[in-house]
């Protein structure tokens, strides 16, 4: 059978349509799996689990500058600030569960309900928090403190200080690590605080080189509302001894001993 001229350009043409069909139907594709990967990611950022990285030494020597951490969502319950971008769709938390004092907790910053802060909780709900000479006070009661071994801190890449730590001990037994960097620092005698009813009182481990909940100006009592979720977990640390571009002292500058370090 003879195939003409006509032929033969009919039978392109629907080549080339199935060709564009296949193209579109790829393009298709590849956009549903990426939306079904952001839904994914976004569900799961909002129920279980968030990455926040540390860009302060408010919590040393807890958690480092650099230092990358877990966020589990679902022990306080979820309210707006569990979302991204907190949108207002409910007030209050729902299946909110209680905190427990020591936690090491992220929250958006009463003044602002932006910005995300960590610190550990130090007082519930109708506790009187007080610091008498840099000693935590506990509805009345001093908490344990006890002098360990100095922190050795890096300053530049260059120079290193080694300042004061202490072992800081709850009346429920949990304890952890504090710094003290100076004797009478600006919030080491403060006036007696009462924490109201739904709100919560928090303290940086780096007890004079934290902004928190001493300061009711700047940070104050944080509202249950506010609590995003419960540090659990290092996942990843890096110093600053690389920047972006050398990528050979990329090895060295990860601190691989941090990686999985929990809280408990």
Do not use: C
């Not at 350009?9 to 080549?15: L, R, W």
């Not at 006036?191 to 104050?220: I, K």
């Not at 060295?252 to 370090?261: C, L």
């Amino acid at each position: 059978m003879k195939t003409t001229r006509i032929d033969m350009v009919k039978m392109n043409s629907e080549q080339v349509s199935e060709v564009k069909a296949e193209r579109q139907d790829g393009w298709r594709e590849t956009i549903k799996t990426v939306v079904y990967a952001v839904l994914i990611a976004l569900v799961i950022r909002t129920v279980a689990y968030e990455p926040f990285n540390i860009p302060s030494g408010s919590m040393l020597p807890t958690l480092l500058i650099g230092d990358y951490v877990f966020v589990s969502k679902f022990p306080y319950g979820y309210s707006r600030h569990s979302m991204p971008l907190s949108p207002p769709l409910f007030k209050g938390r729902i299946n909110e569960s209680e905190v427990a004092r020591g936690d090491i907790a992220v929250f958006k910053l009463p003044t602002d309900n932006s910005t995300d802060y960590i610190k550990r909780i130090i007082g519930l709900p109708g506790d009187r928090i007080q610091v008498l000479d840099g000693v935590l006070q506990i509805n009345g009661k001093a908490v344990k403190r006890e002098r360990v071994e100095d922190f050795v801190q890096k300053h530049n890449s260059a120079r290193y200080g080694r300042v004061r730590q202490y072992r800081e001990t709850l009346p429920s037994g949990r304890s952890y690590l504090t710094l003290d960097l100076q004797p009478r620092g600006m919030a080491d005698n403060t006036n007696v605080y009462v924490v109201p009813a739904a709100h919560y009182f928090a303290m940086g481990d780096n007890r004079d080189d934290s902004t928190d909940s001493r300061f009711l100006d700047h940070v104050g009592f944080i509202p249950s509302e506010n609590l995003v979720g419960r540090a659990d977990m290092i996942f990843f640390s890096v110093n600053d001894s690389a920047r972006i571009w050398e990528f050979w002292k990329w090895p060295m500058a990860i601190r691989f001993s941090r990686f999985f370090d929990g809280f408990g």
